[in-house]
């Protein structure tokens, strides 16, 4: 199961962070070099990505090298001061993170509003410089607030970034989570709350991280939300249920059928393993998520 504080803390931690830039690669570049140097014998349907933050006792130079030898494009979940280590392996941060104040303050409060959109405006140049083209926020918790009234100040804040997102170039991409395990009082917590946000705010360059394992807990029904919904999401993260470990079959989702669900939609993006290993031996469990997800 996941740990509320571990994924806090690895948030807290990138806020703030100076940007390390240098010139920056391409992702077709990147995924060449990557494919050149270490070859691949995976089908190329499903671009795979791992989240950082599940295997934090690994330094980050050696997940890289793993995550490169078994053909993967990205290791995300990551802000400035580590996009250059995972640059130098022939990789991209899919989904970066760096701005915003984590998981419990996000768009739905108000008195946040300022701070959060300057948080943001601060980091989509980064973003640009080193050719990354996502990042990642969060409704924020309820207190007390209903969701309706909580769309109406999610909304207000993010129209009034979407202007630098959009000359930037970069989408923002809130999370679905479930708010019944991990994250308690979660606003942004079922599909249909989101894909109204997206409406509400009327922009390509925001959209939804839907996050299968925690929609299976809140909603169930995913190949079919995927089929309906698939417009409004820009990034996908696995898991198994119940638990948050390995997505095998130890646990109730095909992930098989549910990738081959998202290639029928046409998806070219990305899907990020961010389940949190059980076994002691980490890097077999994430080989074996990618050969389970890697569908023909």
Same mark, same amino acid.
């Given at each position: ?7 806090? @803390? ?38 795979? @990505? ?24 990205? *290791? ?95 989408? +923002? ?29 009327? @922009? ?17 029904? *995913? ?18 249920? !119940? ?12 992930? !098989?059928?549910? +990738? ?15 389940? *949190? ?12 998520? *990618? ?6």
């Amino acid at each position: 199961m996941e740990s509320n504080s571990s994924r806090r @803390s690895a948030i807290k931690n990138i806020l703030g962070s100076a940007a390390i830039l240098s010139a920056p690669m391409t992702l077709t570049e990147a995924f060449a070099a990557n494919e050149k140097v270490l070859g691949s014998d995976l089908n190329g349907k499903i671009n795979h @990505s791992v989240a950082r933050w599940c295997y934090s006792k690994i330094p980050l130079d050696d997940l890289c090298k793993e995550a490169a030898a078994m053909g993967m494009k990205s *290791v995300e979940l990551q802000g400035p001061e580590e996009w250059p280590t995972i640059k130098k392996y022939g990789l991209t941060c899919a989904l970066p993170w760096g701005a915003g104040l984590g998981i419990e303050k996000g768009f739905n409060d108000p008195a946040l509003h300022n701070e959060l959109i300057a948080s943001f405006e601060g980091i989509f140049p980064k973003l640009k410089a080193f050719g990354y083209d996502k990042v990642i926020c969060f409704s924020g918790n309820r207190k007390g607030m209903s969701d309706e009234q909580g769309l109406e100040n999610c909304a207000v804040a993010l129209k009034k970034l979407m202007p630098s997102a959009e000359k930037h170039g970069v989408t +923002m991409v809130m999370e679905l989570l479930n708010s019944k395990v991990n994250h308690k009082d979660y606003m942004c917590d079922h599909t249909k709350w989101g894909v109204d946000l997206c409406d509400k705010v009327g @922009s390509d360059k925001f959209k939804l991280l839907y996050d299968i394992y925690h929609m299976q807990i809140m909603e169930g029904d *995913v190949i079919a939300t995927i089929k309906k919904y698939h417009p409004y999401f820009a990034h996908y993260h696995t898991g198994g249920v !119940p638990g948050r470990a390995e997505i095998d079959d130890s646990q109730e989702l095909n992930y !098989p059928a549910i +990738m081959k669900a998202i290639v029928e939609t046409g998806y070219k993006g990305f899907v990020g393993q961010e389940f *949190v290993p059980k076994r002691a031996d980490q890097i077999a469990s994430l080989k074996q998520s *990618v050969k389970i997800c890697d569908v023909a």
